[in-house]
């Protein structure tokens, strides 16, 4: 399954824009710890696309993503990326055993934190965003208060990394697809 099979699946299924942005900077942190592990960089960016590809099919806990397993079947897409998605949330009760699929638990919640945290910014974007700033409000309970900042602390701790550079890792990651994400902004510059 390549990357172009996955994002038809995307769109199959997927017609929320913000959600599909959520996928694809899953995605893309997904190619950023493959290429930093040495790592299939394809299979893992595959794995961050298809994630939430049932969630407005299947919108609740009880269903997402286990009732998605057998549609990502029936596209062919392979069993280690389905064992992925299914095991990239708490509830699901499918273990994380391989590296690809601690990423994918460490990608989900924090993408949306630091969206929420740049979309905040006079900015309205990723190139000046600091994992500082995603400190500050992470400190805020009231700021993003759905983003679930204990799964985000137990991702890290799988991973091995500090959550912190975790966060920076993230943030380069996302701000290489800034545009698909509509978080690249306008660098001021001093006239």
């Known amino acids: 399954m390549n990357r172009d099979d996955a994002f038809s699946i995307v769109t199959q299924y997927v017609k929320n824009t913000n959600l599909v942005k959520h996928m694809l900077a899953v995605e893309s942190v997904m ?10 960089e394809e299979k893992w960016a595959v794995a961050g696309l298809l994630h939430d590809f049932d969630w407005e099919i ?9 009732e ?11 069993e280690e990326i389905i064992r992925a998605v ?10 994380r055993e391989t590296l690809m699929e601690k990423v994918l638990f460490a990608s989900d919640e924090i993408t949306g934190l630091i969206t929420a945290v740049a979309l905040v910014r006079p900015s309205r974007a990723l190139y000046d965003l600091k994992a500082k700033s995603v400190k500050k409000k992470w400190k805020d309970k009231s700021f993003a208060a759905g983003a679930n900042r204990e799964e985000m602390e137990q991702g890290a701790e799988e991973l091995g990394i500090d959550l912190w550079e975790h966060v920076a890792n993230v943030i380069q990651a996302m701000n290489a697809i800034a545009d698909d994400l509509d978080l690249a902004g306008t660098p001021q510059t001093d006239q």
């Open 31 to 40: 190619r950023f710890y493959a290429k930093k592990f040495g790592e299939d």
């Open 58 to 66: 299947h919108p609740t806990m009880e269903t997402h993503p286990s």
């Open 68 to 78: 998605g397993e057998p549609i990502l079947r029936e596209h062919g897409v392979p």
């Open 86 to 95: 299914q095991s990239h949330s708490n509830h699901t009760g499918v273990p």
